[in-house]
């Protein structure tokens, strides 16, 4: 789509698309940055933001990102239900009057529903981690731009994940404590408070951030056990 196509196509229905972040700044709904209305109200942001190169070189390069790597990480951000086993008896069949009973019934292993829960948990795990994070990990290209921002912060965004995620482990600490000691504060760094436009940069621009972040959730949620 050319710019003017573009920003005629946003003008149209301006309006209806505005988000209010309080009563002199919205979310522009091209590129999604925070803009200060101003004295000139909405049609600063009309004649003014919507039509500059900043807004729509950053709604261009919105639309080439692959959405399927958006729904991607947003959903590993995201809690997920735990698989729950329904303990249900087997009811007991009638027999009809009159009908002989000299068959023996079938001995039911009683370990059966135990394997049977097994089996429905590994599937889950490997749904809801495994296929989609090999999913993600094909989609990326093998280097990423570098940005000014990703080298003078380095402990931010994606770039706080190491390339071994082994250093973020701590054998002194209980498995079923890790989520709590270590992943939730290193998981807060990276994400918290980001908005989607601002977990979209990240996906473009943070060099090898992002295949270190599929390093890391793949040793902790299989080597480590930890629940996603």
């Given at each position: 789509m ?15 698309l ?9 979310i522009?709904?091209?590129?999604d ?14 004649d003014r ?11 261009q ?16 951000l995201q ?27 079938s ?7 135990a ?5 429905l ?39 706080i ?23 939730n ?16 940069n990240?996906?473009?621009?943070e ?10 959730v ?11």
């Open positions: 050319s710019y003017p196509q573009l920003q005629n196509h946003i003008i149209k229905d301006l309006t209806s505005i988000q209010y972040l309080d009563d002199d700044h919205v522009c709904p091209n590129c940055q925070h803009v200060g209305l101003g004295p000139g109200g909405l049609l600063n942001l009309r933001h919507i039509s500059s190169k900043k807004c729509l070189d950053a709604a390069a919105q639309d080439t990102i692959p959405k399927k790597i958006q729904s991607l990480l947003v959903g590993f809690p997920r239900l735990k698989l729950v086993m329904l303990t249900v008896s087997t009811p007991s069949v009638l027999q009809p009057m009159g009908i002989a009973t000299n068959l023996k019934p001995l039911v292993s009683k370990t059966a529903p394997n049977r829960a097994t089996t948990q590994v599937t889950e795990h490997e749904m809801s981690v495994s296929r989609p994070l090999n999913e993600l990990e094909a989609l990326l290209p093998d280097v990423l731009p570098i940005t000014t921002d990703s080298l003078l912060n380095p402990n931010t965004g994606l770039s994940f190491p390339s071994n995620p082994l250093v973020l482990d701590d054998p002194s600490i209980a498995r079923n404590n890790l989520w709590e000691e270590v992943l504060n290193v998981i807060h760094q990276a994400f918290w408070g980001k908005d989607t436009s601002q977990l979209v990240m996906v473009q621009t060099s090898s951030g992002m295949h270190n972040f599929c390093r890391f793949h040793y902790f949620t299989d080597k480590c056990g930890v629940d996603p």
